[in-house]
């Protein structure tokens, strides 16, 4: 409990930077293409003491060092595999916002086709109960089949 | 004095509406004429102690009486009359107080509106919304009373939260909820249908004008959510993919499978189970999304490990509403037989398909949103995010939105597929040549492909009524006077079926938009674009209680004004705060989108964004939501209506 | 199975997953409850690892230190990362002092932080630490995985990282998890 309201504290320390405010434009790369890379990397990156935010998106301290880490590997020529990989070595799956594909991950990688395969699977199992046959008596029918059996 | 009434007036409610929740059920199973006929007293009774114990709570606020805590803790005398109003709602007490008073709205229309309802369903109908009301009022009650009172009271209030000071999200609330809340009379007709063990075409027909109703409520809302963080934020983006967004889209959904579902149980009488199925579970996932992801059970283990009891109770009760009902459906569903019968290639065929794809898509963001709950019970730390969301969803989205345009213009029970897509050529043709030329021009796939879905669905949402008018193949006098005795109501379909293009097509937009963030001297002109962005001044204004930094931009492309404009940054002393205010200069094909940053040696910070299409995303959600108020009015599925009808048409 | 059956079983599947799924929140809140899962503990990808390497300059009159210093002198000792802007490593430093009085080894490092105010600050606040080095930049900190100050890291005999301590110390959170930790280490 204390444990959490001090991880609570420390939180509040870090995002008490405005969070509305706009990045520093010093920390963008020249080469534009270079740019957009290290931009859809760090998209990819979570801004570890916010909420559901990436790093290029949030003004905290520590997401903008991140961004900063980004960039000059980006300019060392290192691959997104390698930059996200050392993000994970220190921060953990946490700070990817698009998970891993491991065994942990499965169900959630698998959810459309889990849902599809269900939604498929309950449509024939309720068609199976009835299937296509003859139209069923329309009311006017009904009515003179109930006439005839009175 | 004012807040004890409210207080009292609170308690009353309770009170009726456990009476509420008791007779009018006892009554409807006793078949006792005079229990059954007390449901529309009630349920309008505590309509009005409810409507008194808002008031009480609006008053309070607007003399401000800070010795009621919620008003010392989110109101000030500083803050405009309308936001001490709105500032009732911003806070969690406040708002469940808001969401009980909505509750007891539906009962309410219920009672006034559902004259023409067979007196057995709706003295179960309004029971049903009785026992959930009385749930949540003894929580408001006894766990987050808002009359609770301070002594000694503060002089001044601690104000509103500064990104609440704003129109958009003030008023946010109170539509949200009425989306969220308004399922609950489906709910409740669901429920009562369990009870009475049957479904018809009449059930079908009054549920669909109360889910239509809620469905266009919960449409504005997420559009306006969605609308306050892009200008709000100052990210120029539109949508986070954030547990609070998902939340209310997750309703959506299955509301909107509903809506369709609903059809074909009035039209054809199948499909009946799964009807009553959907309408409980959205409502479960309006109540879900409320209480656990508003009340931040999820995101703050503070507010459930400080207040356990109040934690357990909203807990209890979310189990009790949707176990009870869930467990009510296991109980009573297997005996509600189905007697419609149909092809998978029809109307009936479409729409199932229809509920598949958006239940999935349900199932996704369901699965996306909780899932680090749920690898947290395996001990492992993971975030899922927008890259999660974007490679599942949108897959899923293509066959919906293949389905949307083909599904209208296939006839019942049987149909043939071929002749419904030659039906179909001319928008298949136009929107592939949109896609190809978009391709062409832009080379960006994503982009093409979104705004030639765009125009299939815009072109084919209006293809069932080029059909039915018979267009060029009857003299255009004739056509011309079939359009005009169309029903309102396919109307409605189509409008409500391309306000769904014009969102893609939005969303194809602003997946072209470019940004820059650069640091700029007065007198200094920036590139970007293609406009030209001249930082003319800046100022400092006073606000009511705050200050703001206003910069003054001149836009300007090949020497031609475009426009002026002024983002500024309001600091706001009292709360320690900074909100932006973004400046958008729009001609609705694209917004000039400018947020002011922070000031450093004598440079500011500017965010420039030239936002493709942005509007066409919420003014696509506002079509579609005019599409449902349309059909809405349609004399055909007016509430009063069917029972006129439904006394000839369904044998009982 | 005959098909009443099975569609009874249909049936009750929403009520099965919903509980299901109700089930496994009430485990998430039970754990919450009993302090076993913290959604706001933030775990470290260095616990059960070597501390990572580093060599960082001293804050004078202190000499600096790198990774091998630490697990060189007596274990189990403590890493700690503050910095004098922040509130909670003023509260905790009470705390670090009695520890320090106690004979733990702390090995301070100033994150983010000028010579100067780290001066006053251990002056006014008092100086726990054997040795305190400054990652001005920040980047030693982003190698430990470190989310913001402060934060102490227990090293055991063996050099190996055995727990992160996210946020200021205080005496419930020593008696309660760095004491027992420690006395089982020593």
């Given at each position: 409990m204390t444990r959490a309201l001090a991880a609570l504290g420390l939180l509040l320390v870090l995002a008490?930077?405005?969070?509305?405010a706009v990045s520093n434009p010093?920390?963008?790369?020249?080469?534009p293409v270079l740019e957009k890379r290290a931009e859809a990397i760090g998209m990819q990156?979570?801004?570890?003491?916010?909420?559901?935010?990436?790093i290029e998106q949030s003004d905290a301290t520590l997401a903008a060092q991140l961004r900063g880490i980004v960039r000059r590997r980006v300019l060392a020529g290192w691959s997104d595999r390698r930059i996200i990989d050392w993000m994970v070595a220190r921060y953990?799956?946490?700070?990817?916002?698009?998970?891993?594909?491991d065994p942990m991950t499965y169900v959630l990688w698998g959810a459309p086709a889990i849902a599809l395969a269900v939604g498929g699977a309950a449509v024939a199992l309720a068609r199976r109960r009835h299937p296509?046959?003859?139209?069923p008596l329309s009311p006017a029918e009904q009515r003179r089949l109930a006439d005839l059996l009175k | 004095m004012i807040p004890e009434l409210g207080h009292f007036a609170l308690a009353l409610a309770v009170a009726i509406a456990a009476a509420q929740a008791v007779l009018p059920i006892v009554g409807a199973r006793a078949n006792d004429p005079r229990l059954m006929a007390a449901a529309p007293a009630l349920a309008l009774g505590q309509m009005i102690a409810m409507l008194a114990s808002y008031g009480c709570l609006i008053w309070s606020a607007v003399v401000n009486d800070f010795s009621v805590v919620d008003v010392a803790e989110n109101s000030s005398s500083a803050e405009p009359l309308f936001y001490r109003i709105t500032g009732t709602w911003g806070n969690h007490d406040g708002s469940i107080l808001l969401w009980c008073l909505i509750l007891s709205l539906c009962g309410g229309a219920v009672a006034l509106f559902g004259r023409g309802l067979p007196s057995a369903l709706r003295a179960r109908v309004i029971g049903v919304l009785g026992i959930v009301s009385a749930g949540f009022l003894l929580f408001t009650l006894?766990?987050?009373?808002?009359f609770a009172r301070l002594w000694?009271?503060?002089?001044?209030g601690a104000a509103i939260n500064p990104l609440l000071q704003d129109p958009g999200l003030a008023i946010h609330p109170p539509i949200l909820y009425a989306g969220y809340v308004g399922f609950s009379i489906p709910f409740a007709f669901a429920v009562a249908a369990l009870l009475e063990g049957r479904v018809d075409a009449a059930w079908g027909r009054w549920v669909r004008p109360w889910t239509l109703a809620a469905w266009c409520f919960l449409t504005c809302g997420i559009a306006l959510g969605s609308w306050w963080a892009y200008y709000e934020?100052?990210?120029?983006?539109?949508?986070?993919?954030?547990p609070v967004e998902n939340a209310s889209l997750l309703p959506w959904l299955t509301g909107t499978a509903l809506l369709h579902c609903a059809i074909v149980v009035e039209?054809?009488?199948?499909?009946k189970t799964w009807s009553v199925l959907l309408a409980i579970a959205t409502f479960s996932l309006s109540l879900t999304g409320t209480f656990m992801v508003r009340s931040g059970i999820l995101n703050s283990v503070h507010s459930f490990a400080v207040a356990p009891t109040q934690g357990v109770f909203i807990l209890g009760l979310l189990a009790l509403t949707i176990g009870g009902s869930l467990a009510l459906f296991a109980f009573r569903a297997p005996a509600m037989a189905a007697t419609g019968v149909f092809a998978p290639i029809s109307r009936e065929g479409a729409l199932v398909l229809n509920n598949v794809l958006l239940c999935s898509v349900c199932a996704v963001v369901f699965t996306g949103t909780a899932y680090p709950l749920l690898a947290a019970l395996f001990h492992s730390d993971l975030s899922v995010g927008p890259p999660y969301f974007h490679l599942t969803v949108v897959p899923l989205l293509v066959p919906l939105f293949l389905a949307m345009s083909v599904g209208p213009v296939l006839p019942w029970k049987r149909a043939d597929l071929l002749p419904a897509l030659l039906r179909l050529w001319w928008a298949g043709a136009i929107a592939a040549l949109i896609g190809i030329a978009a391709e062409a021009g832009l080379h960006r796939a994503f982009a093409s492909a979104g705004f030639a879905a765009a125009a299939w669905l815009i072109l084919g949402a209006f293809a069932e009524l080029v059909e039915r008018i018979r267009l060029f193949r009857i003299p255009l006098a004739n056509s011309w006077a079939r359009l005009v005795a169309q029903p309102l109501s396919v109307w409605g379909a189509a409008i409500a079926h391309a306000g769904m293009g014009v969102t893609v097509a939005g969303i194809a937009g602003m997946s072209l938009a470019a940004s820059t963030v650069v640091a700029a001297r007065p007198g200094q002109t920036i590139h970007f674009g293609g406009y030209d962005w001249k930082l003319v001044g800046l100022h400092q204004v006073p606000g009511p209680d705050y200050t703001a930094q206003v910069a003054d931009l001149r836009i300007s492309r090949d020497g031609a004004l475009v426009a002026l404009v002024h983002p500024s940054l309001h600091t706001f002393p009292q709360q320690h705060q900074t909100v932006t205010d973004t400046a958008i200069q729009t001609n609705v094909l694209r917004d000039l989108y400018v947020a002011l940053g922070g000031e450093q040696d004598g440079q500011v910070v500017l965010r420039l964004h030239v936002n493709t299409m942005a509007p066409f995303v919420w003014l696509g959600a506002l079509v579609m939501a005019a599409g449902g108020a349309l059909s809405l009015v349609d004399r055909r599925l007016r509430?009063?209506?069917?029972?006129k009808r439904g006394a000839v048409g369904v044998p009982a | 199975m005959d098909a009443t059956t099975r569609r009874r079983l249909l049936m009750a599947a929403p009520l099965g997953i919903a509980a299901v799924g109700s089930g496994l929140f009430w485990t998430l809140l039970a754990r919450m409850q009993q302090g076993t899962?913290?959604?706001?503990a933030l775990k470290s990808m260095l616990i059960g690892k070597p501390l990572p390497t580093f060599s960082l300059p001293g804050q004078p009159p202190s000499a600096g230190f790198a990774n091998t210093d630490v697990t060189a002198g007596k274990l189990p000792a403590l890493v700690n990362f503050f910095a004098s802007w922040c509130v909670p490593c003023i509260e905790e430093s009470p705390t670090l002092m009695a520890l320090q009085a106690k004979g733990v080894p702390i090995w301070g490092i100033a994150y983010k932080d000028s010579v100067a105010a780290t001066t006053r600050f251990l002056n006014t606040r008092g100086n726990p630490y054997l040795r305190v080095a400054r990652d001005a930049d920040g980047r030693t900190a982003i190698n430990f995985g470190?989310?913001?100050?402060?934060e102490t890291y227990v090293v055991d005999r063996t050099g190996i990282v055995r727990l992160r301590y996210a946020g200021g110390l205080s005496e419930d959170s020593v008696r309660n998890t760095l004491a027992p930790l420690l006395a089982k280490l020593a």
């Amino acid at each position: 409990m204390t444990r959490a309201l001090a991880a609570l504290g420390l939180l509040l320390v870090l995002a008490a930077t405005p969070a509305f405010a706009v990045s520093n434009p010093s920390e963008m790369l020249a080469n534009p293409v270079l740019e957009k890379r290290a931009e859809a990397i760090g998209m990819q990156l979570r801004c570890l003491v916010c909420q559901n935010e990436s790093i290029e998106q949030s003004d905290a301290t520590l997401a903008a060092q991140l961004r900063g880490i980004v960039r000059r590997r980006v300019l060392a020529g290192w691959s997104d595999r390698r930059i996200i990989d050392w993000m994970v070595a220190r921060y953990g799956n946490f700070v990817r916002l698009k998970p891993p594909f491991d065994p942990m991950t499965y169900v959630l990688w698998g959810a459309p086709a889990i849902a599809l395969a269900v939604g498929g699977a309950a449509v024939a199992l309720a068609r199976r109960r009835h299937p296509v046959g003859p139209d069923p008596l329309s009311p006017a029918e009904q009515r003179r089949l109930a006439d005839l059996l009175k | 004095m004012i807040p004890e009434l409210g207080h009292f007036a609170l308690a009353l409610a309770v009170a009726i509406a456990a009476a509420q929740a008791v007779l009018p059920i006892v009554g409807a199973r006793a078949n006792d004429p005079r229990l059954m006929a007390a449901a529309p007293a009630l349920a309008l009774g505590q309509m009005i102690a409810m409507l008194a114990s808002y008031g009480c709570l609006i008053w309070s606020a607007v003399v401000n009486d800070f010795s009621v805590v919620d008003v010392a803790e989110n109101s000030s005398s500083a803050e405009p009359l309308f936001y001490r109003i709105t500032g009732t709602w911003g806070n969690h007490d406040g708002s469940i107080l808001l969401w009980c008073l909505i509750l007891s709205l539906c009962g309410g229309a219920v009672a006034l509106f559902g004259r023409g309802l067979p007196s057995a369903l709706r003295a179960r109908v309004i029971g049903v919304l009785g026992i959930v009301s009385a749930g949540f009022l003894l929580f408001t009650l006894t766990a987050s009373n808002p009359f609770a009172r301070l002594w000694p009271p503060p002089i001044q209030g601690a104000a509103i939260n500064p990104l609440l000071q704003d129109p958009g999200l003030a008023i946010h609330p109170p539509i949200l909820y009425a989306g969220y809340v308004g399922f609950s009379i489906p709910f409740a007709f669901a429920v009562a249908a369990l009870l009475e063990g049957r479904v018809d075409a009449a059930w079908g027909r009054w549920v669909r004008p109360w889910t239509l109703a809620a469905w266009c409520f919960l449409t504005c809302g997420i559009a306006l959510g969605s609308w306050w963080a892009y200008y709000e934020l100052g990210w120029g983006g539109y949508w986070f993919w954030d547990p609070v967004e998902n939340a209310s889209l997750l309703p959506w959904l299955t509301g909107t499978a509903l809506l369709h579902c609903a059809i074909v149980v009035e039209k054809r009488e199948t499909l009946k189970t799964w009807s009553v199925l959907l309408a409980i579970a959205t409502f479960s996932l309006s109540l879900t999304g409320t209480f656990m992801v508003r009340s931040g059970i999820l995101n703050s283990v503070h507010s459930f490990a400080v207040a356990p009891t109040q934690g357990v109770f909203i807990l209890g009760l979310l189990a009790l509403t949707i176990g009870g009902s869930l467990a009510l459906f296991a109980f009573r569903a297997p005996a509600m037989a189905a007697t419609g019968v149909f092809a998978p290639i029809s109307r009936e065929g479409a729409l199932v398909l229809n509920n598949v794809l958006l239940c999935s898509v349900c199932a996704v963001v369901f699965t996306g949103t909780a899932y680090p709950l749920l690898a947290a019970l395996f001990h492992s730390d993971l975030s899922v995010g927008p890259p999660y969301f974007h490679l599942t969803v949108v897959p899923l989205l293509v066959p919906l939105f293949l389905a949307m345009s083909v599904g209208p213009v296939l006839p019942w029970k049987r149909a043939d597929l071929l002749p419904a897509l030659l039906r179909l050529w001319w928008a298949g043709a136009i929107a592939a040549l949109i896609g190809i030329a978009a391709e062409a021009g832009l080379h960006r796939a994503f982009a093409s492909a979104g705004f030639a879905a765009a125009a299939w669905l815009i072109l084919g949402a209006f293809a069932e009524l080029v059909e039915r008018i018979r267009l060029f193949r009857i003299p255009l006098a004739n056509s011309w006077a079939r359009l005009v005795a169309q029903p309102l109501s396919v109307w409605g379909a189509a409008i409500a079926h391309a306000g769904m293009g014009v969102t893609v097509a939005g969303i194809a937009g602003m997946s072209l938009a470019a940004s820059t963030v650069v640091a700029a001297r007065p007198g200094q002109t920036i590139h970007f674009g293609g406009y030209d962005w001249k930082l003319v001044g800046l100022h400092q204004v006073p606000g009511p209680d705050y200050t703001a930094q206003v910069a003054d931009l001149r836009i300007s492309r090949d020497g031609a004004l475009v426009a002026l404009v002024h983002p500024s940054l309001h600091t706001f002393p009292q709360q320690h705060q900074t909100v932006t205010d973004t400046a958008i200069q729009t001609n609705v094909l694209r917004d000039l989108y400018v947020a002011l940053g922070g000031e450093q040696d004598g440079q500011v910070v500017l965010r420039l964004h030239v936002n493709t299409m942005a509007p066409f995303v919420w003014l696509g959600a506002l079509v579609m939501a005019a599409g449902g108020a349309l059909s809405l009015v349609d004399r055909r599925l007016r509430v009063g209506a069917p029972a006129k009808r439904g006394a000839v048409g369904v044998p009982a | 199975m005959d098909a009443t059956t099975r569609r009874r079983l249909l049936m009750a599947a929403p009520l099965g997953i919903a509980a299901v799924g109700s089930g496994l929140f009430w485990t998430l809140l039970a754990r919450m409850q009993q302090g076993t899962y913290d959604p706001h503990a933030l775990k470290s990808m260095l616990i059960g690892k070597p501390l990572p390497t580093f060599s960082l300059p001293g804050q004078p009159p202190s000499a600096g230190f790198a990774n091998t210093d630490v697990t060189a002198g007596k274990l189990p000792a403590l890493v700690n990362f503050f910095a004098s802007w922040c509130v909670p490593c003023i509260e905790e430093s009470p705390t670090l002092m009695a520890l320090q009085a106690k004979g733990v080894p702390i090995w301070g490092i100033a994150y983010k932080d000028s010579v100067a105010a780290t001066t006053r600050f251990l002056n006014t606040r008092g100086n726990p630490y054997l040795r305190v080095a400054r990652d001005a930049d920040g980047r030693t900190a982003i190698n430990f995985g470190l989310y913001g100050v402060p934060e102490t890291y227990v090293v055991d005999r063996t050099g190996i990282v055995r727990l992160r301590y996210a946020g200021g110390l205080s005496e419930d959170s020593v008696r309660n998890t760095l004491a027992p930790l420690l006395a089982k280490l020593a």
